[in-house]
């Protein structure tokens, strides 16, 4: 299949990693903020499909790859066929599941490929366990994990946070502890980092920064960076209720 193989060897560990990285937001893309052009494609009346991200950080549903055996990895095969038969979000965490062994799959075939010792291999997997997974990311999971973390420090800010719609660093809450006078301002940066930085975009799946603009789907409860779903911080204040792609993919007429 054209594009389907790897376009490029990498042949470091923080190569391989990068093409991971590559390889997932694209799939993150078709899964969350593409879903509704994803669905389109899965139809079940086609033959056994495959969705494929790529280094480009694009996706691609198509057949699996002809050669035997394949150039790389294949990903999940007939995705498409179990696309009626189940709920959509259950669908969608079907289809991140075996994305997420697939990605796995694809770099350590490479690891494999190019000799990459004990401990490249395990200074992949950690550097890989780091980003939260396809299917924490699509079902709200790493949020909720997050949430549980830090659920004690965020009690008392629940009603002011609840009214917050959108998040930037003029508005993000921060909170403070008692500290010595001259770490006043490298201890509040620091407080607001351990406050938000495990707070995952739930398109792309990174970490919050205080200087990107975030908006949270009223529905799901997800944050979202601004740039992920297309909204800017003008048009957010005209949104009454803000539904995120993948909530809003969930009203459509069912056939």
């Given at each position: 299949?054209?594009?389907g193989g790897?376009?490029?060897n ?8 990068r093409d991971f ?9 078709a899964?969350t903020?593409?879903?509704e052009?994803f ?9 056994n499909?495959?969705?494929y991200?790529?280094p480009?950080?694009q996706w ?21 066929f179990?696309r009626?038969?189940m ?6 965490s ?7 062994a697939?990605?796995l ?6 690891g494999?490929r190019?000799?990459f ?8 997997f950690n550097m890989i366990?780091?980003?939260p997974?396809?299917?924490e990311?699509v079902t709200?999971?790493?949020k909720k ?8 420090s965020?009690?008392?800010s629940?009603?002011s946070k609840s009214?917050s719609k959108v ?15 001259k770490?006043?301002d490298?201890g509040?940066?620091?407080?607001e980092?351990?406050e938000?930085?495990?707070t995952l975009?739930g ?10 603009f975030w908006?949270?789907?009223?529905i ?10 297309k ?8 949104i009454?209720?803000?539904k995120?792609?993948?909530c809003?993919?969930?009203k459509?007429?069912?056939?």
């Amino acid at each position: 299949m054209e594009g389907g193989g790897a376009q490029n060897n990498p042949r470091t560990v923080e190569e391989v990693f990068r093409d991971f990285k590559g390889r997932r937001a694209g799939m993150i893309k078709a899964l969350t903020t593409d879903v509704e052009e994803f669905y389109q494609q899965c139809d079940p009346e086609k033959e056994n499909l495959c969705l494929y991200g790529f280094p480009s950080e694009q996706w691609e549903v198509n057949l699996p790859a002809e050669e035997v055996p394949p150039e790389l990895p294949e990903p999940a095969l007939g995705i498409n066929f179990a696309r009626d038969g189940m709920q959509d979000k259950d669908w969608l965490s079907l289809v991140a599941v075996h994305s997420d062994a697939w990605l796995l799959a694809v770099a350590f075939y490479f690891g494999a490929r190019f000799g990459f010792d004990k401990a490249d291999r395990k200074r992949l997997f950690n550097m890989i366990n780091e980003l939260p997974s396809l299917f924490e990311v699509v079902t709200g999971a790493a949020k909720k994990q997050v949430k549980e973390k830090s659920s004690v420090s965020n009690h008392s800010s629940n009603k002011s946070k609840s009214h917050s719609k959108v998040r930037g660093s003029e508005s993000h809450t921060k909170y403070s502890k008692p500290m010595q006078p001259k770490d006043e301002d490298e201890g509040m940066d620091e407080e607001e980092e351990d406050e938000h930085g495990d707070t995952l975009c739930g398109a792309c799946g990174e970490n919050y920064a205080s200087d990107e603009f975030w908006i949270c789907c009223d529905i799901c409860e997800k944050w979202f960076h601004g740039k992920c779903v297309k909204i800017t911080p003008a048009r957010a204040e005209h949104i009454k209720q803000y539904k995120c792609p993948s909530c809003s993919s969930n009203k459509r007429a069912r056939p």
